[in-house]
């Protein structure tokens, strides 16, 4: 009995090790700072992010606002995955302002501090097409609809292959064999006939190709342009110029705003990048496949906009 004891005791310890380890409740200090998504919140602290995962909860309080420090105790959530991913998943339990002193130990006596953004928007055209095809076959019979569609489909894998050129990437999206009902007042369904559905997406880099893939596409049998779309693959570059822009535009207005204190800008204290939004992709939704396999597909490629903030907080001396 006293070993008995002795291992249930043991056992007993070893849970409430496992329960504690799996305990994820922290206290985080930090400011508040929307995310790129529409309507979400962060807490900065220091180079940690925490997204806020009941943020409607205190969006009501006077003191909820960007760039408020706040004391938040709660759980993480490794668990959740959100759109953007931006900053750890955090359920907030308690959360209060943190009243923060007028001046510090680092503060150079006659000088300010004052907290500006940057935004910019950047064009970029896009480097990766995407379109979506598909053969559409119906027959009173299953199985002859599903052979002529596998027949159709066939010819336009080729043909959309031999038109996008190499590199092209072609793959099969999605496919459908379904029964056509005739509904009648009063009477149960009846199936008429079946239909087929293949379609078949090709993504390529050159973007001049994109009208002849779909020209040949309908010629070998493709009756459905589902999508066409463009999409920015290579955005670095682009992500860069936005990222520089917005930093400009808010020392900018550090500038203007020691100009109007008579006074100059003395340092940059501390920098946060508020995120970049990558480009959408721009999609073109009008049906080309009905078109005379004679009259060549205009395809026109639209820019793209790539958006991006900073916020810096600057000290200033002037005549103050």
Same mark, same amino acid.
């Given at each position: 009995m006293k070993r008995l004891f002795v291992i249930t005791c043991a056992v007993a310890m070893v849970m409430m090790s496992s329960l504690t380890s799996f305990a994820k409740e922290i206290t985080v200090r930090g400011r508040l700072q929307p995310t790129v998504e529409s309507g979400g919140w962060l807490i900065v602290s220091g180079s940690d992010k925490y997204l806020i995962l009941n943020a409607r909860k205190y969006q009501n309080e006077s003191w909820f606002k960007e760039s408020t420090q706040v004391e938040a105790v709660g759980e993480t959530k490794p668990d959740v995955v959100t759109t953007q991913m931006e900053g750890t998943p955090f359920e907030v339990r308690t959360m209060r302002p943190i009243e923060q002193p007028a001046t510090t130990g680092n503060d150079t006596p006659g000088t300010t501090k004052v907290t500006v953004a940057g935004d910019a928007v950047v064009q970029a055209q896009p480097d990766t097409a995407i379109v979506t095809v598909s053969v559409v076959t119906q027959n009173k019979q299953a199985i002859a609809a599903q052979q002529e569609n596998a027949a159709k489909s066939d010819a336009v894998v080729r043909a959309v292959k031999a038109a996008a050129g190499a590199g092209a990437e072609v793959k099969t999206s999605g496919y459908s064999l379904q029964p056509q009902r005739i509904y009648k007042e009063g009477q149960p369904p009846t199936i008429s006939g079946y239909e087929a559905r293949n379609s078949v997406t090709v993504t390529m880099g050159d973007l001049n190709r994109v009208g002849?893939?779909?020209?040949?596409?309908?010629?070998? !049998?493709?009756?459905?342009?589902?999508?066409?779309?463009?999409?920015?693959?290579?955005?670095?570059?682009?992500?860069?110029?936005?990222?520089?822009?917005?930093? #400009?535009?808010?020392?900018?207005?550090?500038?203007?705003?020691?100009?109007?204190? !008579? !006074? #100059?800008?003395? #340092?940059?204290?501390? @920098?946060?990048?508020?995120?970049?939004?990558?480009?959408?992709?721009?999609?073109?939704?009008?049906?080309?496949?009905? #078109?005379?396999?004679?009259?060549?597909?205009?395809?026109?490629?639209?820019?793209?906009?790539?958006?991006?903030? @900073?916020?810096l907080i600057a000290e200033v001396e002037g005549n103050l």
């Open positions: 002849a893939v779909i020209d040949a596409a309908a010629t070998a !049998g493709a009756n459905d342009v589902t999508g066409v779309s463009f999409t920015l693959r290579q955005d670095k570059s682009a992500r860069a110029r936005a990222l520089a822009e917005a930093t #400009r535009e808010a020392m900018d207005k550090a500038k203007v705003i020691a100009q109007a204190l !008579g !006074g #100059r800008v003395v #340092r940059i204290l501390e @920098v946060q990048e508020g995120g970049v939004q990558r480009p959408a992709p721009v999609n073109q939704t009008e049906s080309y496949a009905m #078109r005379s396999a004679a009259a060549s597909t205009p395809i026109e490629v639209g820019s793209m906009e790539i958006n991006s903030r @900073v916020q």
